[in-house]
């Protein structure tokens, strides 16, 4: 019998090269996928970090259109004197504004769109604010309707209550 190309070895041995040639396409394949959803994964939260830092940089210029204007960094300063009602607006419209943007960091956070690093920055700033008692007030009412994660991770962070 004569060797011929079209012969049953001759295709076997091609179908098996043809499965091992798919196989590799096929493994291949799903890793270009599994690069491409990281790099996806990379963007959008590099995307998410731009949005929060724009909301930021938008909340803390409010404190430039204050009459009269309020430097952000009297805002941190403990002392800040509240006495007067714009001064007073600004703050608590900043406060408030601002635990709104937590509430988000924090389902930001849950579903895996931001990074670690940039979620316990965030915990200590929110921690900072919520222990601040010149702004108990609103912080209260900004809380109140706050997911119950949140409100736990904030639970024990003031040392002595707040009158």
Partial sequence: MKNHIFSMSTINR???LAQIVGVI??????IFVGLELRQSHKIALAAQQQERAALITEVIGSFSDAN????????????????DPNTKATAETYIYRIWMIYENDYLQHKLGLMDEGVWQAKIAAMRHIYARCQYSEVTKFATSYASQGLLDLLEGTRATPCP
């Fill in 68 to 83: 009269p204007p309020i430097s952000f960094l009297d805002f941190l300063d403990e002392t800040i004197d509240l006495s």
């Fill in 14 to 16: 091609f179908s098996q």
């Fill in 25 to 30: 396409s096929l493994i291949a394949s799903l």
